[in-house]
């Protein structure tokens, strides 16, 4: 059974930096991981992915400012943001899927597990 649970949302003022942390059970081996996001009345949408093998695929709205990581002795999924924008105020979700490797498009069909989502605000 794989859980995850994130942790780490909260509110900042524009320009400053976060880092969203997902705990992550019941994940051993050929997976990819990623982190997805929803404003109020937008659809959800992916922010970046990891993969087993450590590769990684970003949506060109955060490349530059937002970094993908895992610690696969702690079995943790990070999301380090800096220079936030009010514009990345969003629902943020820990997404797995699981038995394959990261696919080129990242979007949530794709992903068969989910967390709860932590809240990150942004302001001006």
């Known amino acids: 059974q794989v859980q995850l649970v994130e942790s780490g949302g909260g509110s900042v003022q524009s320009g400053r930096s976060l880092r969203l942390s997902c705990a992550a059970s019941g994940i051993r081996y050929s997976y990819c991981m990623g982190w997805f996001r929803q404003a109020p009345g937008k659809a959800r949408e992916g922010v970046a992915q990891?993969?087993?093998?450590?590769?990684?695929n970003y949506a060109d709205f955060v490349k530059g400012r937002f970094t993908i990581s895992q610690d696969k002795a702690k079995n943790t999924l990070y999301l380090q943001m800096d220079s936030l924008k009010t514009e990345d105020t969003a629902m943020y979700y820990c997404?797995?899927?699981?038995?394959?490797?990261?696919?080129?498009?990242?979007?949530?069909?794709?992903?068969?597990?989910w967390g709860q989502g932590t809240q990150v605000t942004v302001s001006s």
């Open positions: 990891i993969g087993w093998d450590d590769s990684t």
């Open positions: 997404a797995a899927d699981v038995d394959r490797p990261c696919f080129d498009v990242l979007v949530p069909r794709h992903f068969g597990y």
